[in-house]
């Protein structure tokens, strides 16, 4: 676990990452991938951080089934399903068959799926905003999305930028899907200053230098505010450039 900013969490696995991010009385994960067992966990750190708040949103960047292999377990903890309008059909219909040979949470209960659809762009309100927008003209995925939150410039997303372990060489030519990505970014105009990938080694701080030294003096000023305990994680954020 890596805390990027207050109530924003980078939950990291082994090969596939979510977002948590603390609103006033409720939580919103970003991310449901591989399956119920990495679900649980990511749940259970969740009410580990902020414990006695639900969580109310589960956003899903794209329908492929590493990244929403454990949404099913959202559903059965009452999470409402955040995903791009053309995702929804798809999930009902497979979520509503049976499941019978390793049966899990959801077939157990029986309960029914909630939804926020969305085309274009979707906001989640709180004193985290988040927005969720759909990427545009990728090879990857027709109905797929990147959350950006305004208030910290953080760009999540998933397979269409993973970056390389520090020191490494950046892939050339770059990566199709990267540039799109790029692109997107442009036409939308978002300001970025941290990508925390769902899949990769590390958080990209991209900040220019005076926007990292403004970053560090702050971290600083909260440390001696807070003490050491309640500043936990702020250090590792920092992952490199």
């Given amino acids: 676990m890596t805390r990027l900013d207050d109530g924003v969490f980078y939950l990291t696995g082994g090969?596939?990452?979510?977002?948590?991010?603390?609103?006033?009385?409720?939580?919103?994960?970003?991310?449901?991938?591989?399956?119920?067992?990495?679900?649980?966990?990511?749940?259970?750190?969740?009410k580990e951080l902020a414990p006695g708040k639900p969580i109310?949103?589960?956003?899903?960047?794209?329908?492929?089934?590493?990244?929403?292999?454990?949404?099913?377990?959202?559903?059965?903890?009452?999470?409402?399903?955040?995903t791009d309008a053309?995702?929804?059909?798809?999930?009902?219909?497979?979520?509503?068959?049976?499941?019978?040979?390793?049966?899990?949470?959801?077939a157990r209960s029986g309960k029914t799926a909630r939804f926020e659809t969305f085309s274009g762009k979707h906001v989640l309100a709180g004193r985290i905003p988040v927005e969720v927008h759909a990427i545009t003209g990728s090879g990857h995925n027709d109905a797929f999305s990147l959350v950006y939150l305004p208030t910290q410039k953080?760009?999540?997303?998933?397979?269409?930028?993973?970056?390389?372990?520090?020191?490494?060489?950046?892939?050339?030519?770059?990566?199709?899907?990267?540039?799109?990505?790029a692109d997107n970014l442009?036409?939308?105009?978002?300001?970025?200053?941290?990508?925390?990938?769902l899949h990769g080694p590390r958080v990209v701080d991209v900040r220019?230098?005076?926007?990292?030294?403004?970053?560090?003096?702050?971290?600083?000023?909260?440390?001696?505010?807070?003490?050491e305990n309640g500043i936990a994680g702020r250090g590792e954020g920092r992952h490199g450039d």
């Fill in 15 to 46: 090969t596939h990452h979510s977002l948590l991010v603390e609103q006033d009385d409720h939580l919103v994960v970003v991310e449901a991938p591989q399956n119920e067992a990495r679900s649980l966990a990511v749940i259970a750190k969740a």
């Fill in 56 to 82: 109310k949103y589960l956003v899903n960047t794209h329908a492929h089934f590493d990244h929403s292999g454990g949404l099913r377990t959202y559903v059965n903890e009452g999470a409402i399903i955040v």
């Fill in 86 to 106: 053309a995702n929804r059909a798809f999930y009902e219909q497979a979520w509503a068959a049976p499941r019978t040979i390793n049966p899990d949470a959801l």
């Fill in 154 to 181: 953080i760009l999540v997303e998933a397979d269409a930028y993973t970056p390389v372990a520090l020191g490494a060489p950046v892939p050339t030519p770059p990566n199709p899907y990267t540039v799109n990505l």
């Fill in 186 to 197: 442009k036409r939308l105009g978002l300001e970025v200053w941290q990508i925390a990938a």
């Fill in 208 to 227: 220019r230098p005076a926007h990292r030294r403004r970053a560090r003096d702050a971290g600083a000023a909260d440390y001696g505010r807070r003490g």
